[in-house]
């Protein structure tokens, strides 16, 4: 049934650089969603070496939205990737047992003020600490709230 559908290719910009694609939709009924309509977008990309990227599908429950519009906004979030995964691997988000919202706002109060400390701190640290002893291969770098960690 995707074969039938019409194919529209556009130069969009996805991820800060123009990119041919292909894109087909439809409104459709998602079962998983308890019946919610929602705009099915099948999308492609043309790749550097002159083939089609794989086929993927992209859910949107606001209907009205045009096909070439659902992959701008979806490729927005790329944007916000590397907050989820410092949230998930560095500030123990994915490992939560919290079971109540003040205590998972408490504990995520603690963790930034921890987080905020270590920046802060580590301001001074640039003129005294020994980064040439400890790390030669990285001269002329500053001193980081990770390295002060």
Excluded at 3 to 15: A, C, G, K, N, S
Excluded at 108 to 134: K, V
């Amino acid at each position: 049934m995707l074969e039938t559908l019409p194919v529209q290719e556009r130069d969009l910009m996805l991820y800060v650089k123009l990119e041919r694609v292909r894109v087909r939709s439809i409104i459709a009924v998602a079962r998983f969603l308890k019946g919610v309509p929602v705009r099915a977008v099948w999308c492609e990309r043309f790749l550097p070496d002159h083939t089609w990227s794989r086929l993927r599908l992209i859910l949107a429950t606001e209907t009205e939205l045009l096909a070439q519009r659902v992959v701008e906004i979806y490729t927005e979030r790329w944007g916000i990737k590397p907050l989820f995964h410092h949230l998930k691997r560095w500030w123990g988000v994915a490992h939560l047992w919290q079971q109540s919202k003040a205590a998972l706002e408490l504990w995520m109060q603690i963790r930034s003020t921890a987080y905020a400390l270590t920046q802060w701190l580590a301001l001074p640290l640039g003129q005294s600490f020994p980064l040439m002893t400890l790390a030669p291969w990285r001269k002329g770098a500053l001193i980081t709230a990770g390295l002060f960690a």
